[in-house]
């Protein structure tokens, strides 16, 4: 129990300070990029349709769930196909705080992988996705995937304050994020445990195998992109591959089965192999740049961090805001039902 706890408590020194920076970055993003403008701009069919969903959607904070009632909302009122599904693709792979908690844990060269990952998959997918003018799959699609604020997709009148930004960061965001999180903390300390017990070389030596066994394990998962850092850590800590965590990092958000599912009603079924197959293959891609041909100092740094001796107090105050804030909004949800 105490090998849980500290792993536990390790884990949150990590991503804890990160984390709380990148929700006020959040609340900053929400007041000055709200949905009506995404709607403006993407409801228009362009040439450059995939382009801008998928910059549009790598700095919103929502998770894949909640990127769905505004993703059916762009088709109903005109947004191509192309728009819609880049927009699918670089929502859930990315965010503003996800970004930032990325860059803080792992490094620029893992967070600018991951929001380049996310941006030419979303264009790929885009770009082979053909037109139609047939939205009756829109029908029907809603927040059946979960019931918490970020299926709500609400927009308030914007107030440039800071007040207003903190409580979307906190009552929007972190409570949605909440349940996500410490499920995934709770599977990267359990991860930890168990296989920092074996010797993995064999998934090092055979990295294709490894690649697809986590392409395996990602899809029944759901995971924002946010609580995918703390399962992405745990992998290196235990000696995993840099190319290994990436692809869980990267992939996982938007690879899930309840997304996949969601994809294939809003846009059809061969809308939903591009989709998979964009994210499969650039994921891929990245993943072999980062453990074949790029320095391996980039990335080898990072598996030693959760074994430091000496922890700033800034990120022990962190840590414990971060656990704090986590705790209360998953018992507020879990009583709220």
Not at 182 to 207: D, H, P, Q, R, W
Not at 247 to 263: D, E, K, Q, R, S
Not at 292 to 310: G, H, K, M, N
Request: aromatic letters at 14%; hydrophobic letters at 50%; glycine letters at 6%.
């Amino acid at each position: 129990m105490f090998e849980f706890i500290q792993n536990f408590w390790n884990l949150s020194l990590m991503i804890g300070i990160y984390v709380l920076i990148g929700l006020l970055f959040v609340g900053l993003v929400h007041l000055y990029i709200s949905e009506d403008w995404i709607k403006k701009n993407l409801g228009v069919k362009s040439r450059f349709s995939a382009l801008k969903g998928a910059l549009y959607g790598i700095p919103l904070p929502l998770c894949s769930c909640g990127v769905i009632p505004l993703a059916a909302s762009l088709r109903q009122k005109g947004a191509s196909k192309k728009a819609v599904t880049s927009f699918f693709i670089t929502t859930p792979m990315t965010g503003v705080d996800s970004i930032i908690a990325t860059y803080g844990v792992f490094g620029a060269p893992m967070a600018i992988f991951r929001v380049v990952s996310s941006f030419i998959s979303g264009v790929l997918a885009g770009s082979f996705v053909k037109d139609d003018e047939n939205k009756q799959e829109l029908k029907e699609v809603g927040s059946s995937c979960c019931s918490s604020s970020c299926c709500d997709a609400k927009q308030e009148s914007t107030n440039k304050s800071l007040k207003k930004a903190l409580d979307y960061s906190l009552n929007e965001v972190f409570n949605d994020i909440a349940k996500p999180m410490l499920y995934g903390l709770v599977l990267a300390t359990i991860f930890l445990m168990v296989f920092s017990k074996y010797n993995i070389e064999f998934l090092n030596e055979n990295i294709f195998i490894s690649y697809i066994l986590v392409f395996i394990i990602s899809l029944p998962l759901y995971v924002c992109s946010i609580s995918a850092i703390p399962l992405a850590l745990s992998m290196l800590a235990v000696g995993a591959s840099p190319g290994l965590a990436f692809i869980f990092l990267a992939a996982a958000p938007a690879t899930n089965i309840i997304t996949a599912g969601i994809v294939k009603k809003v846009l059809g079924a061969k809308v939903l192999v591009i989709y998979l197959s964009s994210i499969i293959s650039t994921t891929l891609f990245f993943a072999l740049m980062i453990d074949i041909v790029l320095p391996s100092e980039w990335f080898s740094y990072t598996a030693s961090l959760i074994d430091q001796e000496e922890v700033l107090f800034l990120d022990k105050i962190g840590a414990i805001i971060f656990l704090s804030l986590m705790f209360y909004y998953f018992f507020k949800n879990i009583f709220k039902k």
